[in-house]
């Protein structure tokens, strides 16, 4: 079946610092890819996708690129901010089923 | 416009007791997702609804999970007899349809906690 791993939390960065946050798949299909972000108090929100290998997703200064070859969707961005608080989730969507799988969750705390 | 609604947002129940969980997902939407939020874990799959077809059930935990969708609208999962072990965040999402690149809107959720 479908599996998402991502890294595991907490992540304490400082304000400014570059962030990371691996995730990698294991899917029978061809699947779609997924960021999800929730702040505190709020709803989990689509961050950025991407739909097919190599191409990339960005919103908001985040990034992220299909790696077939590798199965992986690493978030990145390069100077975070303390409003990019939250909990970050990585999910796929295979075509050959409509719901999505989705990993453990990583809580990122910015500090100023 | 109006997002995904989900009441009641904080439900109290005692062990043994039924409990009735609504979503209301954005309209037009014909995929609605059911998942389960425990603490600190990710988001745990239970059920999806997809236009008329028949939902894919894989997800509910135990026969005592289920869920409708009437009218192609609102859905309501209903546990019977709960267990502490329901307590958690159960979360509705809708998407525009079941395909993959399509992304899923989600509620605010509702707070279950068995006593």
């Known amino acids: 079946g479908n599996s998402v791993t991502q890294m595991e939390g907490p992540v304490t960065l400082s304000e400014e610092a570059f962030l990371t946050i691996n995730c990698t798949y294991t899917a029978t299909g061809y699947p779609s890819l997924f960021w999800y972000v929730q702040y505190p108090g709020e709803g989990l929100q689509l961050l950025l996708k991407?739909?097919?290998?190599?191409d990339k997703g960005s919103n908001k200064g985040f990034e992220a690129t299909y790696r077939k070859e590798t199965t992986s969707f690493h978030l990145e961005k390069g100077s975070v901010q303390v409003s990019d608080s939250a909990v970050y989730f990585c999910?796929?969507?295979?075509?050959?089923?409509?719901?999505?799988?989705f990993g453990d969750g990583t809580t990122l705390t910015v500090k100023p | 416009g109006a997002g995904v609604s989900q009441s009641p947002s904080n439900k109290v129940t005692e062990k043994g007791k039924d409990v009735e969980l609504r979503c209301d997902p954005i309209s037009g939407h014909t995929a609605l997702y059911w998942y389960r939020q425990s603490l600190g874990q990710g988001l745990e799959f239970l059920i999806y609804f997809q236009g008329n077809s028949a939902p894919d059930k894989s997800g509910l935990p135990s026969d005592r999970f289920s869920a409708e969708r009437t009218g192609g609208s609102v859905s309501t999962l209903t546990i019977q007899r709960t267990q502490q072990e329901d307590s958690a965040v159960y979360l509705c999402?809708?998407?525009?349809?079941?395909?993959?690149?399509?992304?899923?809107?989600f509620g605010p959720g509702t707070r279950l906690t068995v006593l």
């Open positions: 991407a739909t097919k290998a190599d």
């Open positions: 999910a796929l969507s295979d075509s050959n089923a409509g719901k999505s799988t």
């Open positions: 999402a809708s998407s525009l349809a079941s395909e993959s690149y399509n992304e899923q809107f």
